[in-house]
C-alpha cells in the first residue's frame, strides 16, 4: 500500500512538470525552478484524495461483498482499495448474518479505521447496524412516530426493549395502564410474561453519549386509541350491541371501554330497578355487554345502555299482576300525596298508594296509618304497564266488593298445593261465597284509566297523586 502511494505522488509530480508555466525571472531577483515546483506539488496534495473517495473514520457506506473467506470479508466501498472485516468481526455474528454476506451481497459498513498500520481500510458490520440504529432512533424521536419493538428483558425499574441492535429502557411509568395494573409484589411477577412480546412504543429520549435510549408505551397509546377512536366512531351506529370494559364510575353513571373509544351508561340505563350509585352493579375492571344508544360523531360521545338488554320487567309484570289481585309490599317512602311500596319479589317494581287509597277516613298525612318499611297486604287496582306504573290500595282490601275475586285467588293457591280430594269441597266453598256476594249486590268496580293532563311523570318529584286516585 505505502509503495503504491509514492508511486502515485511521483506521478502526480510529473504531470504537474509537464503542465507548469515557463517563470518569468529577472537579472534582479532571480527564483528557482526547484522551489517553485515543490511548492506547487505540495498545493495539489492539500487539495483532496485526487479523486479516490476516501472514507472518514465514523462514516457508515455501502459497500459490495468481492470475497468471502474463513478469516475475513473484503468489500468495496468504492475507494482506492477494499475494505476488511476481519475475523475478530466474523466472529461475533450470528449464523443467519453470516450466510446473509456472500460475495455481490449489498451490506452497510462502519469505518472502523480509514487505513491500519498495513495500509488496510478496517470496517465493521456489527457496527454499521448498532449506528443506524442509533440514527433511526433519533429519527423516530424527532418524527415522534410509532413503532414495534420486542421486550427484551426488565428490572425493578422497567422494561428492556430492543430498537434494532440497540437495547432501550422503558420506565414503569411509561407502560400502558393496563400493563402497570399487573399482579405481583416482584419484578419477576410482574414482568416475566412480557418477554419476548412485541410492544408498541414511541421515542422521547436519545442520549448517544450515555448510551442512553428512553422509550414510552403510554404515548404511543395514546396515538393508537385516537386512531382507534376514530375508526370506531365511523363505524359504529345505535342498535349496535357491544362487549366492553368498565373503567370508571361516577354519580351519574358508567364509563365503558370499547375498544378504542369510550362510551357512558347513564344512571338511568344502568337497570329497571331504581340505583342511586352504579358501584351498586359495577366495578371498575367488569366486562359488560351493552347496546348503543347514540352517537355523537362531533362531539366524539357516545351513549350506551345496560337495562336495554334485559327483559322489561313491567311486561312480566303485566302478565302477572291483574285488577283486584291482593299482594304483598313493604313501604319505601312517604310523601304527602301518597305511599310507595315496593312488591313482595320484585326488586324492580314499586306502586304508589294515593293518600285516598290508604284508609276509609280523611287523613292528613300517610304517616298516620303507615310507616316505611312496613310490610303490607295490598289490592291492585290498576297496571299501566305502558306508563309503567302500578296503583295499589290499603283500603280495599277487605273490600266485599271484592269477594268473587278473593276466593278465585284463594282456590287457585289451595289447588297448586292442596291433594285433589280437597278440590272438589274447595269449589263447593267458592260456590257458595259467589250466592252470598250476589245476595248483597256486591260486584268489583271498573277502574278506568285517567288522562288527566296533572297526571304524575316522576314518583319522586311530583307533588301530588291525583292520578292514581280512582274516581268513587
Do not use: C
Not at 349496535?240 to 362510551?263: E, H, K, M, N, P
Not at 297448586?416 to 278440590?423: I, W
Amino acid at each position: 500500500m505505502e509503495q503504491e502511494r509514492v508511486l502515485m505522488q511521483q506521478d502526480v509530480q510529473d504531470s504537474m512538470v509537464a503542465v507548469l508555466p515557463p517563470v518569468e525571472t529577472s537579472s534582479m531577483e532571480p527564483v528557482s525552478d526547484e522551489a517553485d515546483m515543490a511548492h506547487s506539488m505540495q498545493g495539489l496534495l492539500d487539495q483532496g484524495d485526487f479523486g479516490m473517495n476516501l472514507p472518514n473514520r465514523g462514516e457508515i457506506r455501502e459497500g459490495t461483498v468481492v470475497r468471502v473467506s474463513p478469516t475475513e470479508i473484503l468489500v468495496d466501498i468504492g475507494a482506492k482499495s477494499e475494505g476488511v472485516l476481519s475475523g475478530r468481526e466474523l466472529e461475533h455474528l450470528d449464523e443467519a448474518a453470516r450466510q446473509r454476506l456472500q460475495v455481490g451481497q449489498q451490506i452497510l459498513v462502519f469505518v472502523v479505521s480509514p487505513e491500519d498500520k498495513n495500509g488496510n481500510i478496517v470496517l465493521s458490520y456489527t457496527r454499521a447496524q448498532e449506528e443506524q440504529d442509533w440514527r433511526d432512533a433519533e429519527r423516530l424521536r424527532d418524527s415522534q412516530e410509532t413503532f414495534t419493538g420486542t421486550v427484551a428483558g426488565f428490572n425493578k425499574g422497567g422494561l428492556l426493549i430492543k430498537v434494532g441492535k440497540v437495547r432501550g429502557f422503558m420506565p414503569a411509568s411509561q407502560i400502558s395502564a393496563g400493563r402497570r395494573k399487573a399482579q405481583g409484589e416482584t419484578p419477576e411477577e410482574r414482568w416475566a410474561h412480557l418477554v419476548g412480546q412485541p410492544i408498541q412504543v414511541k421515542v422521547i429520549e436519545v442520549d448517544r453519549a450515555r448510551n442512553r435510549l428512553i422509550l414510552s408505551e403510554r404515548a404511543a397509546s395514546r396515538e393508537n386509541r385516537e386512531r382507534q377512536k376514530e375508526q370506531l366512531l365511523a363505524s359504529i351506529k345505535e342498535g349496535d350491541i357491544r362487549t366492553g370494559r368498565v373503567i370508571s364510575l361516577a354519580d351519574f353513571g358508567a364509563f365503558v371501554d370499547l375498544g378504542g373509544a369510550d362510551g357512558l351508561i347513564h344512571l338511568s340505563e344502568l337497570s329497571h330497578k331504581r340505583v342511586a350509585h352504579p358501584k351498586e352493579l359495577l366495578q371498575v375492571g367488569q366486562e359488560v355487554r351493552v347496546q348503543v344508544l347514540h352517537v355523537d360523531r362531533e362531539r366524539k360521545r357516545i351513549g350506551l345502555s345496560l337495562k336495554r338488554l334485559e327483559e322489561d320487567p313491567w311486561q312480566r309484570i303485566q302478565r302477572k299482576y291483574k285488577q283486584g289481585q291482593l299482594i304483598e309490599g313493604t313501604i319505601t317512602k312517604l310523601t304527602k300525596f301518597g305511599a310507595f311500596a315496593r312488591i313482595s319479589d320484585e326488586d324492580t317494581v314499586e306502586g304508589l298508594i294515593h293518600i285516598s287509597e290508604l284508609s276509609d277516613n280523611r287523613i292528613a298525612h300517610p304517616k298516620e296509618v303507615v310507616k316505611e318499611g312496613q310490610v303490607v297486604t295490598l289490592r291492585v287496582i290498576r297496571v299501566d304497564a305502558e306508563r309503567r306504573r302500578i296503583g295499589l290500595s290499603l283500603k280495599k282490601v277487605d273490600s266485599p266488593a271484592y269477594a268473587d275475586i278473593d276466593f278465585r285467588q284463594a282456590m287457585q293457591e289451595v289447588e297448586e298445593v292442596a291433594p285433589l280430594p280437597d278440590r272438589a269441597e274447595a269449589r263447593a266453598a267458592e260456590r257458595r261465597a259467589r250466592s252470598r256476594g250476589s245476595s248483597r249486590g256486591g260486584r268489583a268496580p271498573e277502574y278506568e284509566f285517567e288522562d288527566d293532563e296533572d297526571e304524575i311523570e316522576d314518583y319522586d318529584d311530583e307533588e301530588d297523586g291525583d292520578d292514581y286516585n280512582d274516581d268513587e
